[in-house]
């Protein structure tokens, strides 16, 4: 067992004088261990004294009767090389990790992405998961306000959304746009007529969306509605029931328009593109799996994510 000078505390003067034991011993003696360590045997001799006084007992016998260990140089060896073992065992897992990105990612997504945009993060996370990683991922779903609101109390660390840019603690990037347009259903008086004006637009029951902070943008807004969601599903039924006109994005209606369940009402004049952002809270310092995941975001999304103003 070790001094308890040496239990407290192991400096690298005794992992110095460690390894010269080692040595000693596997040589078989001091005199012929000089020409493994390339030291004088006065030299050795005065480390191994040094190392017993920093144990406080001694290590092996020496003289006429030839090199040996005592028991308790027997015990020291053998805990020696067991530590020696585990420092290797430490450096060969530390230089595993140094390009490993450990952790977890927390991501908020907009609700009813687009199929596209999906591809478009699988692709993201399969070339992240191509990296040298063991990383736990989560993926939520929510409304952009609870998006903004769990990035602010650091339930995630990204989230892909229409935002409001308001949170002066979020950092927003560009990332893709969806386009928007404005819809009737089968049954509502707008539905068949073959010209529909701006004018016959005024009186229609438009549905709300509270959530929808790009509403400010659309080139249709009307008078008082009865029809109030923050979800674009819920959107859609509204504008299905045939008694609304309601915006939704393009992706969404395509299906029932072609089905003829719905018809899109001057699109060139009341459609519009909402900007999509990827958001971070700019007072956190992102993690190195963070970073990466970010790079191969933008690498997928390409140039959309790159413009201010990405096309359709």
């Avoid at 004018?199 to 929808?212: F, I, M, T």
């Amino acid at each position: 067992m070790f001094g308890a000078t040496m239990l407290s505390q192991l400096h690298d003067l005794d992992l110095q004088l460690l390894r010269l034991f080692v040595c000693v011993v596997e040589s078989g003696g001091f005199s012929a261990a000089q020409g493994e360590l390339g030291v004088g045997q006065s030299t050795i001799s005065t480390q191994m004294a040094k190392l017993e006084t920093r144990l406080g007992f001694r290590l092996c016998e020496r003289g006429k009767a030839g090199f040996r260990l005592t028991p308790k140089g027997e015990q020291v060896l053998a805990a020696t090389r067991k530590l020696f073992g585990a420092i290797e065992t430490f450096k060969g897992e530390a230089r595993g990790m140094a390009d490993l990105l450990l952790g977890e990612l927390r991501i908020g997504l907009s609700e009813a992405l687009d199929r596209q945009v999906l591809q478009r993060l699988g692709a993201a996370i399969g070339r992240f998961r191509q990296r040298n990683q063991a990383v736990q991922f989560e993926l939520i779903s929510a409304m952009p306000a609870e998006l903004e609101r769990r990035l602010l109390q650091d339930q995630l660390h990204l989230a892909i959304g229409y935002f409001s840019r308001g949170q002066a603690a979020l950092d927003y990037q560009p990332l893709f746009s969806e386009q928007q347009r404005l819809f009737c259903g089968f049954g509502h008086h707008l539905f068949e007529p073959a010209e529909v004006s701006l004018e016959d637009l005024a009186g229609c029951d438009l549905v709300q969306h509270p959530y929808r902070f790009e509403e400010a943008r659309q080139p249709f807004a009307s008078g008082p509605s009865s029809a109030r969601t923050e979800q674009v599903e819920c959107s859609l039924a509204f504008v299905l029931s045939g008694a609304h006109i309601g915006y939704l994005p393009e992706h969404i209606a395509a299906p029932w328009e072609a089905a003829g369940q719905l018809r899109a009402l001057l699109p060139q004049e009341t459609g519009y593109h909402v900007q999509f952002n990827l958001a971070h809270h700019r007072g956190r310092q992102p993690s190195e799996a963070q970073v990466a995941f970010v790079e191969d975001l933008i690498a997928a999304f390409g140039a959309d994510a790159l413009s201010p103003n990405p096309s359709p």
